[in-house]
């Protein structure tokens, strides 16, 4: 009996429960995997808050990880508040997650991009995505429908608790030597065995560890600041438009001055391709004044 309960007990060693929250295309399947193998090693009870919401209180005894991949909690945020609850919040750049969102909804089989939506002629979301005729344009849905949810609820969260860890996709996607993985397990006080276990999941199941990329229908790119490359000047200042001082509250950036970054990066190359241009024209020109008449 007492070894039983001497084991029990070392299972038991998570000296905090665990809220885990992230938002659509912000790592949120990297992040469930990660903690779910955690909270077995520990011998945690993993929750998942939409799967089990009607039944929390009898799921969420400690210890527990519990997951929320939308960070709306509804009327169990109460839960958040607890004195032996840490949380790690999970955000990433807004323009990555318009991105990201717009190829994933694109290719995805959830079931939720195949019912048709009201509006759109009883087109399914993923096929009033894929009608659109241009990439800008599917963009531009995308701003407007399910990233705008996601983006609103980034925005709403409440910010400054002091259990949580505010954590950010870009610094764990370049955190190779998980340091800042450690600074997060240190926060949610986790011991060192834990921690090393913890390590070691992180390891596992990250695109620049075990984890493979061929085959990983969640997975097109996962890389940081995709925008820099698929933002033009027209779609930075429709981002601008419909998401005003997001990127500031959010910290990824002081003002508004990317975008005229991105104007000013393209007006070389269109210059460059209106002289091309006229090169060619005159090219072809000068080789019809070369040709025989045919007349």
Same mark, same amino acid.
């Given at each position: 009996m007492g070894d039983k309960h001497q084991k029990r007990e070392s299972q038991r060693t998570m000296r905090n429960d665990i809220v885990v929250a992230t938002h659509h295309k912000t790592g949120t399947v990297w992040m469930d995997g990660v903690f779910k193998a955690i909270a077995?090693?520990?011998?945690?009870?993993?929750?998942?808050?939409?799967?089990?919401?009607?039944?929390?209180? *009898?799921?969420?005894?400690?210890?527990?990880?519990?997951?929320?991949?939308?960070?709306?909690? @509804?009327? !169990?945020?109460?839960?958040?508040?607890? *004195? $032996?609850? /840490?949380?790690?919040?999970?955000?990433?750049?807004?323009?990555?997650?318009?991105?990201?969102?717009?190829?994933? !909804?694109?290719?995805?089989?959830?079931?939720?991009?195949? %019912?048709?939506?009201? @509006?759109?002629? $009883?087109?399914?979301?993923?096929?009033?995505?894929? /009608?659109? =005729?241009?990439?800008?344009?599917?963009?531009?849905?995308?701003? *407007?429908?399910?990233?705008?949810?996601?983006? /609103?609820?980034?925005?709403?969260?409440?910010? @400054?608790?002091a259990n949580c860890f505010e954590a950010r996709y870009e610094d764990l996607r370049r955190d190779c030597d998980l340091a800042y993985w450690h600074r997060i397990m240190s926060f949610l006080g986790l011991d060192a065995a834990e921690r090393a276990l913890g390590g070691q999941r992180f390891w596992q199941n990250s695109l620049f560890g075990g984890l493979p990329r061929l085959g990983n229908r969640h997975v097109r790119s996962g890389a940081v600041a995709q925008w820099r490359r %698929?933002?033009? =000047? %027209?779609?930075a200042q429709a981002f601008l438009k419909r998401f005003p001082g997001l990127l500031q509250s959010l910290g990824y950036e002081t003002n508004d001055g990317w975008a005229r970054d991105l104007q000013r990066r393209e007006e070389p190359s269109l210059l460059s391709g209106l002289r091309q241009l006229a090169l060619d024209h005159w090219e072809l020109i000068a080789e019809r004044a070369r040709l025989p008449s045919k007349f």
């Open positions: 077995g090693d520990v011998g945690a009870r993993y929750v998942n808050f939409r799967a089990e919401r009607g039944r929390l209180k *009898e799921r969420l005894h400690s210890p527990f990880v519990l997951f929320c991949y939308d960070s709306d909690f @509804g009327d !169990h945020a109460p839960l958040l508040d607890r *004195e $032996n609850v /840490r949380i790690v919040h999970l955000i990433r750049d807004p323009r990555d997650v318009v991105i990201s969102g717009m190829h994933y !909804h694109k290719a995805s089989r959830e079931s939720w991009l195949h %019912e048709p939506i009201p @509006g759109y002629d $009883n087109l399914t979301y993923q096929r009033a995505l894929q /009608r659109m =005729p241009t990439k800008f344009a599917q963009y531009i849905f995308e701003m *407007e429908n399910s990233s705008a949810g996601t983006l /609103r609820d980034m925005a709403n969260w409440r910010y @400054g608790r %698929e933002f033009t =000047p %027209e779609l």
